[in-house]
């Protein structure tokens, strides 16, 4: 069971940990920022000033144009206006990275780079995650969709990297996170469901799975992973059958075929027999499974380096041709069936009633009510 912070306003979010950083810029964008250390209030600092933030004798430098601030052991810069967000300069590329609220730098224990925090209101989060994972181009009820989507998952995985000191981090790993979204629909997408989550009949977050699409059938949770959830059920899906990931083939040699077989029991007998090598899948089954051979789909996905797990074989004499259906394991919201139901007129809570079976969609608030009432 998952354990919801009865407000959950502003969350940590570990960034740019991969970009090893030494040193960069800070630049407000929007608003005034004022900047703590350790030993208190250091200074405010506004739009149109800049500071440079560098590692020095294991401490923490900051210095302005014209003067040096000394160094430090944790920084924080805290946005003091009504709307804040700030910019980071990158070392090594001079890349520009924009975030909103507020940002902690801290030295790691092990690690000779900083460690850096987003601490930021929950809502702009969201909003910077659904941009960094589906783009701009999708219809504007998809966002909203996709909002409450990253919410439940955010919230449900919020204690994921708590032992390095903080929520979650900004990579696939707990959902892609680049900063602050270009796109003012997804920030009107993100503050219009604002605080609403999708929970099972237990009122429990539920596991809120999505890829880019099923080709025509979703799978059920345990066939993919372990775990069985009631809610996460194989669903016939027209929507995204012609839609860019809907189909895609992969040929490989006879030889390499037969032999993955053969590592399988495949006989040379059942091999030497007509179209040994053939399958074709009756809706999404769980197992290429023909004489003593039985494969899970999802472990020839693995080992082929497959799109999706949902494939036809067919003999074409010196190779086969998987041929594939969908891109992605499958489970839970079809994103491009979702988006093409979005064009077509539904709301965000039908395309979510379609792909996760029994859930209900509630505020934040009224969870933490049901919470403390059992
Ligand atoms: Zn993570
Ligand atoms: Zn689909």
Same mark, same amino acid.
């Given at each position: 069971m998952s354990f919801l912070p009865?407000? $959950?306003?502003?969350?940590?979010?570990?960034?740019?940990?991969?970009?090893?950083?030494?040193?960069?810029?800070?630049?407000p964008e929007e608003g005034n920022y004022s900047i703590f250390t350790e030993h208190g209030k250091l200074m405010d600092i506004d739009k149109g000033e800049i500071l440079e933030v560098s590692l020095k004798n294991n401490q923490i430098s900051i210095k302005s144009l014209d003067k040096d601030y000394g160094t430090f052991k944790k920084v924080r810069f805290i946005g003091i206006s009504g709307t804040n967000s700030f910019k980071i300069k990158l070392p090594y590329n001079n890349k520009i990275k924009v975030y909103e609220d507020n940002l902690f730098v801290n030295l790691h224990n092990y690690y000779n780079y900083f460690q850096l925090i987003n601490n930021i209101e929950i809502d702009h989060y969201i909003s910077g995650v659904v941009e960094s994972?589906?783009?701009?181009?999708?219809?504007?009820?998809?966002?909203?969709?996709? $909002?409450?989507i990253c919410r439940t998952y955010a919230l449900k995985n919020i204690d994921r990297h708590t032992a390095e000191g903080f929520s979650l981090c900004d990579k696939v790993h707990c959902q892609a996170y680049h900063g602050k979204p270009k796109s003012l629909l997804i920030r009107e997408a993100s503050l219009e469901t604002n605080g609403i989550v999708i929970v099972d009949s237990d009122i429990n977050l539920i596991t809120a799975t999505f890829y880019s699409n099923c080709g025509g059938v979703t799978a059920n949770s345990e066939e993919v992973w372990r775990q069985d959830l009631y809610y996460l059920r194989s669903v016939r899906d027209t929507f995204c059958l012609n839609e860019n990931n809907s189909v895609w083939s992969k040929t490989i040699s006879k030889t390499n075929w037969e032999a993955y077989l053969k590592q399988h029991n495949c006989s040379e007998d059942a091999l030497s027999s007509e179209c040994s090598v053939e399958y074709f899948q009756n809706g999404r089954e769980q197992f290429y499974w023909k004489d003593d051979v039985k494969i899970p789909f999802v472990k020839i996905r693995q080992d082929f380096n497959?799109?999706?797990?949902?494939?036809?074989?067919?003999d074409e004499g010196s190779h086969v041709t998987l041929k594939g259906r969908g891109f992605g394991h499958g489970v839970g919201l079809c994103q491009e069936g979702a988006m093409r139901m979005a064009k077509l007129g539904y709301n965000y809570i039908d395309i979510l009633h379609y792909y996760y079976e029994d859930v209900h969609m509630i505020n934040l608030e009224s969870l933490a009510f049901f919470k403390a009432d059992f």
């Open positions: 009865v407000r $959950a306003e502003m969350v940590n979010i570990g960034i740019l940990h991969t970009s090893k950083l030494t040193s960069f810029v800070f630049h994972e589906v783009g701009r181009s999708p219809p504007p009820e998809y966002f909203k969709l996709q $909002a409450i497959l799109k999706s797990a949902l494939f036809d074989v067919e």
